[in-house]
């Protein structure tokens, strides 16, 4: 029962715990698309976040499983290099599949 | 041991809070902390990331048929992974190195080096999920066995980066030597965050749960 309980107190930060997510702000930035292939789940994906937010140009990113796409906010008059995009991409689990700059 | 390794569990929990995954490798400087019980055995596993390719971290196990435990460190490596448009496809090495202790009949406050090697294999999609991992321990005179595993789920909604995923699954379990050396446990994997819960119900009515954390 004591377990039970100490399990039960867990699954309340799997409930109520978010991550956070980019909301529709607006962003004075570059914005970039990121296609990649193997982007099927969202616990393994939460190593992206975890890679961009330690980049200093980053204002924040966006993860869409649907179309297995990362968008990327970048800070004013910032810039991220494709191949740095790549490498971290890479050190995500994920492989790029294109790179767009839309902004 | 239960309590015990419920206390570190908690305690891991609290004074690390911030951010988690399901892989036994994590991104470069992640750590990732794994817990899990079932009708054969209590484990507490935490580990670092220096790279994609492999983690390294300290693992402790508490075998119930045996009363036997594990304290060791466990290296985890990826040897090959697929990324496809829709699907991603992984084959990971695990080994560990430790000493076995117990005190179990006429073993009295045994201690003997103790090593185990396996590996890892998972393929998913946003649908559906499957895996295979099997392990050999080898304790010379505490314990010696293999055991193999398989896992098929089903993603009964796709939901979005952010939302609460669930996942519907059964696994299999065969472990030769052990009283219940077949077990089926149809169980609910659900996460959201950096937080992944896992609960089921075997055959034999054995309660399941483990718990993921990644920081």
Excluded at chain 2, 12 to 23: E, H, L, S
Excluded at chain 2, 63 to 88: A, D, M, T, V
Excluded at chain 2, 116 to 145: C, H, M, P, V
Excluded at chain 2, 172 to 192: E, I, Q, S, W, Y
Aim: hydrophobic share 40%; aromatic share 16%; glycine share 6%.
């Amino acid at each position: 029962m004591k377990k039970i309980i100490i399990y039960l107190f867990i699954l309340q930060f799997v409930l109520f715990n978010s991550g956070k997510i980019l909301s529709e702000e607006k962003y004075n930035g570059e914005i970039l698309y990121v296609y990649v292939n193997g982007l099927v789940c969202d616990f393994c994906a939460r190593s992206i976040e975890k890679i961009f937010s330690k980049q200093q140009s980053v204002e924040g990113i966006k993860v869409n499983l649907k179309n297995m796409l990362i968008t990327i906010n970048l800070k004013e008059n910032q810039k991220l290099s494709y191949e740095k995009i790549t490498e971290m991409i890479k050190d995500s689990g994920y492989e790029i599949r294109e790179i767009k700059n839309v902004k | 041991m239960k309590i015990f390794l419920c206390k570190i569990l908690l305690v891991c929990t609290f004074i690390v809070v911030k951010d988690m995954n399901a892989r036994p490798i994590s991104y470069p400087g992640g750590w990732t902390l794994m817990q899990a019980n079932d009708f054969s055995k209590h484990s507490f596993h935490l580990h670092y990331s220096p790279s994609i390719d492999y983690s390294i971290g300290y693992r402790a196990e508490y075998w119930r048929e045996k009363e036997w435990q594990f304290h060791g460190l466990q290296l985890n490596y990826l040897i090959k992974r697929i990324n496809r448009p829709k699907s991603q496809t992984n084959l990971y090495l695990r080994n560990g190195l430790g000493l076995a202790t117990s005190n179990y009949k006429a073993f009295e406050n045994k201690f003997e080096p103790s090593l185990f090697t396996g590996i890892l294999f998972d393929w998913e999609d946003r649908r559906f999920f499957t895996s295979y991992q099997n392990q050999a321990n080898y304790a010379s005179s505490i314990d010696k066995f293999f055991s193999q595993r398989i896992r098929i789920g089903v993603a009964p909604y796709l939901a979005e980066y952010g939302y609460l995923h669930t996942w519907i699954m059964l696994q299999a379990d065969h472990m030769p030597g052990n009283r219940k050396n077949l077990t089926f446990t149809p169980m609910l994997r659900v996460f959201k965050g950096d937080y992944l819960a896992e609960f089921g119900l075997n055959n034999y009515k054995d309660f399941m749960f483990n718990f993921i954390k990644r920081f």
